[in-house]
Structures are given as C-alpha cells and as structure tokens.
C-alpha cells in the first residue's frame, strides 16, 4: 500500500453500507411477525441494559453525524455564507419532524392524542443541533459541547429532585425526563405505551445530540490528511476508549436506551466506531465493493423505508380479515397466519421468519429504486 496521503474523499461508499446495514436492521426489528412472540435478540432491553436491537437507533444518529459533516464541509471550508446553508438545513430538519408527526397521526389523525416526539423527531432535532455545531464551532469546541452534554445531563438525571415526585431517579415514570415531558406536552401526546414518559422525550435529547457529535467528529478525523492506516488506528482507538468508558460509567449511570444515559453514548458510540473502522478499511481503502451492492441500496433511501414501511403497516391493519385460529386481524397479521406460521413449530421462530420475509419484499423495491437512481431525500 503506497505511504501517500490521499485527499478526503466526497463520499464514503462506507457510510452508505454502514448505514444500510443499519436499516436492515430497524427493518428487522420494527417488523416482527408477532409481536407476542419477538425473537429474543430482536427485543429492546427491559430497562437498564443493551441488546443488539438497541444499537440500531444510536448507530442511525452516529451515522446522522457522519453524514453531515460530509455535506457541510464544502460550504465550511470555502467561508461561503451560512444563511443559505442554515435555512437549508432548518428545512430539512421541519420535513423530517413534520414526517414524524405524519406516522404519529395516521391513519386516524386525531390531533387530540398525538405524538409529539418520536424517532424522526429526534432525528430531526439531533440532525439541526449538530449541524449549527459543526458549521459554526471548531473540532475542539464540540470535543467539549460533547462532554459537557454528557456530564451534563448525568447530573440532572442523578442529582436534581424531580417535582411532585421527591428525590432524582432513574425510574421510568418518576424521573425528570418523565416529569419534563408531562409538564411540556400533557399525557394525551406522549408514548401511547405508557402516556406518562417518552422513549424519545425532550431532556433525552440533549444526550443524543452526542452520539451525532460523536459521527460527526469521527467524519472530521475521516476527513484529514493522514493515511489510511493512520484514520483506522485513530478510529479503532478512539472506538475502544468509548466503549471501555461507557462500560465503566455504566457501574453508577447504567446503559439504558429509553433515558438515552451518558454511559449508552459512550458505549454505543464506541461500537459505532469500531464498525465504521472495519467498513472504511474493507469498503474505501482495500476496495471490497461486491457485497456492498447487497446493502448500499437501503443506505441510499433509508427515509424512505423508514416512512414507508410504517406507513404500510398502519394502512395493512385497516383491512379486516379472519384468522386461522379464531378472530379477525389486519391484513400483514393474515398473511403471516396463512403463510408463515404453518411452517413453523417454534412461534418466535415463525415471528423472524416474518421479518426476514419484510426485509427480502423490501430489498426488491429498494434494488429496483436504487438501479433505477430513485433516491427520497426529505
């Protein structure tokens, strides 16, 4: 391999892979057969802890990072004004929300009940607040923004009294993210599973907003003057130190998910970190393209699938139809009944046969989108 410094690259075929992967697995995980009977691994922790169904969203904002600090570097780089780039990146962030909104609303679109924050929505706020730190700090100055929001909101979970409520918690319904939400959106517009916290409430943000620093400064170390070898050992480094740390903050703010902790980010963005490494390394410097082809496809329209197939799934429930053991059930929980269950003794066995089965129907659209040059960007 030749020790010349290649300039950064305009577009990582990396990200596109690392982030299709990463939406075949949300495609996995939000599409079950049967919800009753979820393949283990695929289930989120029950509080505190991690599976691998909870690195799909902190990797999805890493990636969110890395994205950004790619597409806003040229702007950046050339002191061009950043008025026009801002209203661009604010538009961007309204549609992503405002689609968020549109699959808390549908089919029913009951304005009365709905959700106010949610996946997208985080996306969306998380993709803004990252994208005025990068154009408008150094590198330096968001290594401390990270590890302010980090310190941060530790001491706020663990330190501040939660009112009406007594002492700060890490409960689910009693802590001071729990009590933030209520207080902002009254019950009827949180998570319709509990209606009394929010997965992706508001003080929980401020934490995810470090996982996209995380990928965004991960895409600056990219971005560099070095060689290859150099930006893998720095990203693989850089990957063992957060996990290490994530796992040892974990002993007194434990790995959760719904609360988003200090611990989750370090953890998760270290995972992030090291499998970005393995891409970069395989994908843009040994130039193993073949298999990428199987994936890049989901990369490239990851709103799309996102959107579409929830969007498909609620409109599936509208259709009525009777079901092999007794009742009705929507169309999606027929075709299953009818034409997965019977082949199968074990149920959570049957249930992932169901969402590989969505991930193959969604890779033949996606393919042809892709061969076709289709590309949704909100």
């Not at 577009?11 to 049967?34: A, E, I, K």
């Not at 560099?224 to 703010?253: D, E, M, Q, S, Y």
């Not at 969007?311 to 027929?334: A, D, M, N, Q, Y």
């Not at 997965?340 to 992932?352: E, G, H, T, W, Y």
Request: charged share 10%; proline share 6%; glycine share 10%.
């Amino acid at each position: 391999m030749s020790n010349a410094i290649p300039a950064a690259p305009a577009r990582l075929l990396s990200l596109d892979v690392f982030r299709g992967l990463t939406v075949m697995g949300m495609v996995v995980v939000n599409n079950p057969g049967d919800w009753g009977h979820i393949y283990p691994p695929l289930e989120h922790a029950e509080w505190h802890g991690c599976t691998p169904t909870d690195l799909v969203f902190p990797f999805f904002l890493f990636i969110v990072g890395v994205s950004l600090a790619y597409a806003l570097a040229g702007p950046k780089q050339r002191h061009e004004p950043q008025g026009p780039v801002l209203r661009q990146v604010l538009r961007r962030a309204a549609v992503l929300f405002g689609l968020g909104l549109l699959l808390s609303l549908y089919p029913r679109f009951d304005f009365s009940v709905v959700r106010v924050m949610g996946v997208l929505q985080r996306i969306a706020l998380v993709y803004l607040g990252c994208s005025v730190s990068y154009l408008k700090t150094s590198w330096r100055t968001q290594v401390i923004l990270l590890i302010s929001l980090l310190i941060g909101y530790a001491a706020l979970l663990q330190l501040v009294p939660v009112p009406g409520v007594g002492p700060a918690n890490l409960a689910p319904a009693t802590n001071l993210g729990a009590w933030l939400d209520r207080a902002a959106f009254t019950e009827a517009h949180l998570w319709k599973q509990s209606r009394t916290w929010d997965p992706e409430g508001l003080l929980g943000t401020l934490p995810a907003l470090s996982t996209g620093l995380l990928g965004g400064l991960a895409a600056q170390w990219l971005r560099r003057a070095a060689t290859p070898a150099t930006k893998v050992r720095g990203l693989l480094a850089a990957g063992v130190l957060c996990a290490l740390l994530g796992l040892l903050w974990n002993t007194w703010f434990p790995i959760n998910k719904a609360l988003w902790t200090s611990s989750y980010v370090l953890f998760t963005g270290g995972l992030a970190l090291l499998v970005l490494a393995a891409l970069y390394w395989l994908c843009d410097v040994r130039d193993y393209r073949r298999w990428a082809a199987l994936v890049v496809p989901f990369g490239v329209n990851a709103i799309a699938v996102f959107v579409g197939s929830a969007l498909l799934s609620r409109t599936f429930g509208l259709f009525k139809l009777p079901l092999p053991g007794g009742g009705v059930g929507g169309l999606k929980e027929w075709l299953y009944s009818w034409g997965i269950v019977p082949f199968f003794s074990d149920p959570r066995q049957a249930s992932l046969a169901g969402a590989v089965v969505c991930l193959l129907v969604w890779w033949a659209v996606l393919s042809l989108l892709y061969r076709r040059q289709w590309v949704w960007k909100a």
